[in-house]
């Protein structure tokens, strides 16, 4: 997904995606991961990129606006294997 929007916005050449979805196939390993590793774009383009290819508003944050307390929210074991964090709390509503 993120390769092909690459690749048609003439960020990445063909053979780099070429490369990548090689890569991607054999070795179970992420899109995004392989795209920074190889630093084909920068994290900020490549997210920025994710934002609006899922609709979903990009968010900065600095570590000092995470609530300590938010993170009891989601095990430790989530965040590791889905890497996302607790942002805050607001009522009912978990911002991840």
Known sequence: MLLEELLKKGL???KEF???E???KTSNR??????????LV???????????IL???L????IEEIN???LKFIPEESVITYQMIPLAKKGNVLDV
């Not at 920068?42 to 609006?52: C, N, P």
């Open 30 to 39: 992420k899109e995004e991961e392989l795209i920074l590793e190889k630093d």
């Open 12 to 14: 990445i050449t063909k």
């Open 22 to 24: 090689y890569e991607i």
């Open 59 to 62: 968010r900065e944050i600095s």
């Open 42 to 52: 920068s994290e900020d383009v490549l997210f920025a990129l994710k934002s609006k």
């Open 55 to 57: 609709n979903i508003p």
């Open 18 to 20: 070429v490369s990548v």
């Open 68 to 70: 300590l307390d938010t």
